[in-house]
């Protein structure tokens, strides 16, 4: 018998054929980065697939949220989700903004009740992911936003080529970020997008992105306190020939989480996300979460371990909720976490990704079956 090696993730990888061809200019034009023609180019193919008007590249996804929170230029506090990856809470700590931690529902989001209790006349944004791919509550959170006169900044990191009610998720709020790291649905090696309302932050976020330097005929000044954020040439081939293949990669997810979903459906103390429960939206099916509960008779723990043990790989999304982590858990953050404290012990995300095969699925969901106490 082999040996099953079942990985918890995988890139979604062009041809390689494809990525040569594309990357080969680059020896012509002797342009590696710095706003090149790569660049531009795959930023005009992503404003086609959004149509989300307005569109900026970074390196990552990090660096572009840390900017579309530095160039709003708020003060004060930021609601936000703790279950999530730690960048969103980093970058809101990054900019001298205070986060102040709610409750998610279940659809894994920042509860917009939760919202309510928390706003202080010190609010002055909303700053969440749409995680897993799964969107928040975005009318409610616009409604909450625009009575407070609050900005709206969507962590989109996961959720790239998702739609709600036929519009893309790009298009909410003041600003969504995107990241294209690797292992994201979608991918440009590392990459990061900025979609947002105002015209007039493109300019903005150019100059943040290059150091702050304004270039001009007799020399060059520094305006603002930039960073340096720029998407080079061979990230943006790699989103160029990888862009077109996205449709394709969330239509094999989807048919993996019908897999899912049908053989995970009477395991005992197995709760999966309900992905026909909002025909509304078009996800970008970026993972698979369940919930491990009592009646499983393992703890979540024990189910991550165990699986390993057999060669199947999972990933603990999120076993700690970020005003958790040593960095912040003693910096006395308000939060308002009574869920979101019981699913960190709950969550586990199952393998997904469009190289999996249904056979694959089938081993891990009969593995998951065999191993009910
Ligand atoms: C991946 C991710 C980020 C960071 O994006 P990078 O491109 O890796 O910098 C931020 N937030 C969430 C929710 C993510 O999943």
Not at 87 to 107: C, H, M
Not at 214 to 238: H, P, R, S, W
């Amino acid at each position: 018998m082999t040996e099953k090696n079942i990985k918890p993730t995988q890139p979604a990888m062009p041809d390689m054929g494809d990525y040569i061809k594309e990357i080969s200019s680059i020896w012509e034009t002797g342009i590696l980065t710095n706003n090149g023609e790569k660049a531009e180019k795959f930023r005009q193919m992503l404003l086609d697939y959004t149509e989300c008007g307005n569109a900026d590249l970074f390196v990552n996804g990090h660096s572009a949220l840390l900017l579309a929170i530095r160039v709003l230029g708020l003060t004060g506090e930021v609601i936000t989700s703790p279950f999530t990856f730690v960048s969103t809470t980093n970058a809101i700590v990054q900019n001298g903004l205070t986060p102040v931690f709610g409750d998610i529902d279940e659809s894994y989001n920042l509860s917009t009740e939760s919202i309510e209790k928390l706003l202080t006349d010190k609010t002055c944004a909303i700053i969440t992911p749409h995680i897993f791919g799964i969107p928040c509550d975005i009318e409610g959170i616009g409604a909450i936003a625009k009575k407070h006169n609050l900005k709206v900044i969507y962590d989109g990191a996961q959720a790239f080529g998702t739609k709600v009610a036929g519009t893309d998720i790009s298009c909410f709020g003041d600003i969504t970020m995107f990241s294209f790291h690797a292992i994201k649905v979608f991918q440009s090696i590392e990459g990061g997008m900025l979609a947002y309302r105002d015209g007039a932050l493109h300019d903005k976020f150019g100059l943040y992105r290059n150091f702050g330097i304004t270039y001009g005929e007799c020399g060059n000044d520094v305006e603002a306190v930039g960073i340096n954020a720029k998407m080079n040439e061979f990230q943006a081939a790699m989103g160029i020939v990888n862009l077109p293949r996205l449709d394709a990669e969330i239509a094999k997810r989807k048919k993996l989480v019908r897999v899912y979903a049908e053989r995970l459906r009477d395991v005992p103390g197995i709760s999966t996300y309900d992905y026909d429960s909002r025909p509304d939206i078009e996800y970008n099916y970026a993972y698979f979460p369940v919930k491990v509960t009592a009646e499983y008779g393992r703890s979540r723990d024990e189910l991550w371990a165990w699986l390993k043990e057999n060669g199947i790989g999972t990933r603990k999304l999120y076993d700690k909720l970020t005003c958790d982590y040593a960095c912040y858990k003693d910096a006395g953050y308000v939060r308002d976490t009574g869920y979101a404290d019981k699913v960190k012990d709950m969550a586990l995300d199952l393998p997904l990704y469009g190289t999996l095969t249904e056979t694959e699925i089938e081993e891990i969901c009969d593995m998951i079956k065999s191993g009910v106490k």
